[in-house]
């Protein structure tokens, strides 16, 4: 037990440290999202590209474990969606962003150095086999979802629907990174050792001040809304989605690093994006915030199970 207190506290003490800075008004929240701004556009997209750049994908990108990852994320987006609906009678619109918190764990900031801390930086290959294709795969299913739902609401054409799906797509600048690292993985391009060295600089710096920030970013939220709603998503989240990954890759016979990395990131809690799925529709903001929050903490108990469940 020491042991895996030793593996999770120092990940959720940057986050406090953040979060008391903030509390304690020695960060600012201009601080906070100048921070922010540098993590998810500069930081983490340099380390996602020389994560993916140097990644076996032969070996990392298999079937078995992107399907037990995704059919329980998939399963999560439509527990949230219909239990928000028809449970709580959330409007539909709401429902798509509560389904969307159900979708979107957050293997970035919380998996990779969760992963990292307990089996090692070459444990993390599977982790980014997850991670390049999990914010295209959820903001595509999330999108779709809502302008499917917002062109029954208001009579319009789902025309436009591949096109704002693209947009959103291609300003995404983790998506960007992740697509650049696989350009350059799969034409076997070689890039000067200057420019890599500097690439790894900033990214080594990513995921320690995206901690940080991140505990800034949770100090604005207040746990508002309707309870119930959060405690479910909460379960959605870090219940019901670690184990369908986890039944799903027992049954698929996932080799052991694969199946650690799968469902490490399938329980971690909703990722900062759930909220900006949400902010960015104007629906459900108060219980998306507020389930980030709640489960962000609650991963500190949860990934603890986990990780003394998997071999």
Known sequence: MGDLISIILPVFLVIGFGYAAVWRKFFGSDGVDGLMKFTQSFAIPALLFRGISTLDLGSNFNL??????????????????????????????????????????????????????????????????IIAIHSPFCYTLGITAMEIVRARETGSSARTLPRMVLRAMFRNALILGVLSGLAVNLTGLQLPLVLTDALDLIGRAGLPAALFGLGGVLYYYRPEGDLRTIAFIVAVSLILHPTITYLLGRSFALPEPALRSAVITAAMAPGVNAYVFANMYGVAKRVAASAVLVGTAATILTSWGWLQILP
């Open 64 to 129: 078995p474990l992107l399907s037990s990852f995704y059919i329980g994320a998939t399963t999560g987006f439509f527990v949230g969606l219909f239990g928000a609906r028809y449970v709580f009678g959330r409007p539909w619109q709401d429902s798509v962003a509560i389904g969307f918190c159900g979708l979107f764990s957050n293997s970035l900031l919380l998996g990779l150095p969760i992963t990292e801390r307990a089996y090692g930086a070459d444990a993390l290959g599977a982790n980014y086999a």
